[in-house]
């Protein structure tokens, strides 16, 4: 008896889950307060894989922000999130990863470590970059308050200079406009990424 029930609540676990033939890479970017987390917290819900925050690795060293010491720290956390990615993907998971990389997108070479380390692994490597419109992406911040966004919306012009909203992706990458409900933002992932 107990494992009939255990093996029917195993099925619905994972009928309420999309699940993928190999593993998915999928990096969510964009610039802060673009709703990269909230999609990517959202498509957690609905497929199994490990969550990869560049915020949770960094925060530890939010005081250090505005010091040549921080350059250091972030290097070690792109460092940590490839490293956990590939660790997972091996693995078999799926990786979501949640990081801004705002304008490491559109550096030569950049995507090609991502895609190799897809290939490596036998994983699917899917981008979706979140854009809204600068006025919404300002207001988000302004309304989240977090201390590290201050300088952002101090000194607007100099933000969107060193963290442009629209920047190219390759073309099997998503752009997505967060202005729309969470449920259809999180549908078109869901669709783009079987």
Do not use: H
């Amino acid at each position: 008896m107990f494992d009939y029930f255990f093996n029917f609540f195993v099925i619905v676990c994972v009928m309420d889950r999309v699940l993928f033939g190999n593993p998915v890479l999928l990096i969510i970017n964009g610039v802060p307060g673009s709703g990269k987390t909230t999609l990517s917290e959202g498509v957690l819900k609905r497929i199994y894989a490990a969550y990869i925050d560049k915020d949770s690795i960094n925060n530890g060293f939010t005081e250090e922000r505005e010091s040549e010491f921080y350059q250091f720290v972030k290097r070690g956390t792109y460092k940590a999130i490839d490293n956990l990615a590939r660790i997972n993907l091996e693995l078999g998971n799926n990786v979501i990863i949640d990081a801004t990389f705002a304008r490491e997108v559109t550096q030569e070479g950049w995507m090609r470590r991502y895609e190799e380390m897809a290939e490596e692994t036998g994983a699917v490597f899917r981008l979706i970059r979140c854009v809204a419109p600068e006025e919404v992406i300002k207001d988000r911040l302004e309304k989240r308050g977090y201390e590290r966004d201050r300088w952002k919306v101090e000194d607007w012009g100099e933000f969107m200079k060193w963290e442009p909203i629209y920047v190219p992706i390759p073309e099997y990458g998503l752009e997505l406009d967060t202005l729309q409900t969470l449920d259809g933002c999180i549908q078109q992932a869901l669709d783009y990424l079987r």
